[in-house]
């Protein structure tokens, strides 16, 4: 396994700890709104959302001047 081939290290393992809530909270609480509002309304929130975090990612990107 992961373990035994040296992989699965106790750095990675944290990783893995702080990563699982950053995945399952969002997904729940995404799952809950979804059924609460009208499917065009999600996608139009979703829409924003990734926008957004592009467009983050994009300012991020470009060197400091």
Do not use: H, N, Q
Request: net charge positive; proline share 5%; hydrophobic share 55%.
């Amino acid at each position: 396994g992961y373990a035994v081939s040296g992989m699965l290290t106790v750095e990675r393992t944290k990783w893995l700890l702080v990563a699982i809530p950053a995945m399952v909270i969002p997904s729940l609480l995404g799952a809950k709104l979804y059924t609460k509002i009208s499917d065009a309304a999600f996608r139009k929130l979703i829409l924003i959302i990734l926008s957004a975090t592009g467009l983050a990612l994009l300012v991020s990107s470009v060197p400091k001047l």
